[in-house]
């Protein structure tokens, strides 16, 4: 009996070994690599990622969001907007990537329906850059970062399986891309991923932007002793996404082949309301301050979340961290960076039912 036990523990760990053998082999990579937003909050763990397995990364940033001192020394960096088709056609053709990972985007959803011009070029111009110029050079694979936004109103927990309904432009924009993608990928025979992440959250992500990621605004205020705002009642439900749980999965997007020409929700499964992630927040923090409620933002989608069988089924993707064990970690993080001023990058193009403090700029 005790020998059996102990053969079948050294047969187990044998199984394990040629398992864990067979799926690095299986995760062909040492690939050159691009990777659009790199200087970003997920590009850049991205980043990190691809050069730990060996990749030659090159990463891409107009720094309009991102810092460059958040870019993985290992990996090249190239300044450029990818609005400007020729410099992204004069790299493509330099770097002769294999993959392409495409996360640059302006993700100000709340925003987008008050700035749509601006937001729509920024978001969708680049895809048409980078499809041009990825079948010019026989891109091998697109892994295109799309966004939980498509789903729109529909009843959670969304599935992949559901049609895209996106409630503002930003989703819209990423509904075209993915549309896009598919198109061209059935067209000249490349392979594609798609991913829509949820809420993401973590270090490096941009603490001075008052319209993007409610977790960093709320920090941000917070460090100022300013009170947290929630729009509507705080019963909207989320599921916030730490960010280390989820950029091994995105890597492996790209160099798993059961992954090829599929879409794939990525994130948390801890469902939680704003309110409750308010009291996160102020307890990582040791703040006594109260939340400000203001009107309900025009447009915004009340309860969303997705599945993610799909994630930890083909991209090995695991919830591992918990909101409260994220936050802490994110506000270590921020107490270091300290507080920012805001940056309204773009102009609100339509003020009518615009909320008041975006008007004022009092995020
Ligand atoms: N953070 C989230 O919760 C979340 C959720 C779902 C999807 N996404 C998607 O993931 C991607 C990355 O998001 P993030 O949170 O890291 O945002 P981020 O703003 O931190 O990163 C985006 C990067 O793209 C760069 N960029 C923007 N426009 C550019 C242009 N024209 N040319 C070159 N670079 C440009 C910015 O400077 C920035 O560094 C985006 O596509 C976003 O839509 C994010």
């Given at each position: 009996m005790q020998f059996l036990r102990k053969y079948d523990m050294v047969n187990n760990a044998k199984e394990s070994f040629k398992q864990n053998n067979l799926r690095s082999i299986n995760l062909v990579e040492h690939k050159n690599v691009l990777v659009t937003g790199g200087a970003g909050f997920i590009g850049s763990w991205l980043v990190d990622e691809l050069v730990n397995r060996g990749n030659n990364v090159v990463s891409v940033d107009d720094l309009s969001g991102g810092f460059?001192?958040?870019?993985?020394?290992?990996s090249k960096f190239i300044k450029v907007d990818l609005r400007d088709n020729q410099k992204v056609s004069k790299i493509f053709e330099e770097e002769k990537f294999d993959t392409v990972f495409h996360l640059a985007a302006y993700a100000a959803e709340g925003q987008s329906i008050f700035s749509p011009i601006e937001i729509n070029d920024i978001n969708i111009t680049p895809m048409n850059n980078l499809l041009v110029a990825s079948v010019n050079n026989d891109v091998q694979k697109f892994v295109f970062t799309s966004s939980?936004?498509?789903?729109?109103?529909?009843?959670?927990?969304?599935?992949?399986d559901m049609p895209t309904m996106p409630e503002d432009p930003y989703g819209c924009g990423k509904a075209y891309c993915e549309s896009m993608l598919k198109i061209f990928s059935h067209t000249y025979n490349f392979d594609y991923v798609i991913l829509r992440p949820h809420n993401v959250y973590g270090?490096?992500?941009?603490?001075?932007?008052?319209?993007?990621?409610v977790l960093g605004i709320w920090i941000n205020r917070i460090m100022k002793e300013k009170e947290p705002y929630i729009f509507g009642d705080g019963a909207q439900e989320r599921a916030f996404s730490y960010i280390a749980d989820l950029a091994p999965a995105i890597a492996r997007a790209g160099f798993e082949s059961k992954a090829n020409g599929q879409i794939i929700n990525v994130g948390s499964k801890e469902v939680t309301t704003i309110n409750e992630a308010c009291q996160v927040v102020l307890k990582a923090m040791g703040s006594k301050l109260k939340p400000i409620y203001l009107d309900k933002r025009p447009g915004e989608v009340k309860y969303a979340y997705c599945t993610v069988e799909k994630s930890e089924k083909?991209?090995?993707?695991?919830?591992?961290?918990?909101l409260s064990e994220g936050i802490k970690m994110m506000v270590k993080w921020a107490k270091k960076v300290g507080p920012q001023e805001p940056t309204y990058?773009?102009?609100?193009?339509?003020?009518?039912?615009?909320?008041q403090v975006w008007k004022e700029k009092l995020v």
């Open positions: 460059q001192s958040y870019v993985n020394e290992k939980m936004a498509v789903y729109g109103n529909q009843q959670p927990p969304f599935n992949e270090p490096r992500q941009n603490l001075s932007d008052p319209f993007r990621n083909i991209l090995n993707y695991k919830t591992a961290t918990t990058r773009l102009p609100l193009e339509i003020t009518k039912k615009a909320p």
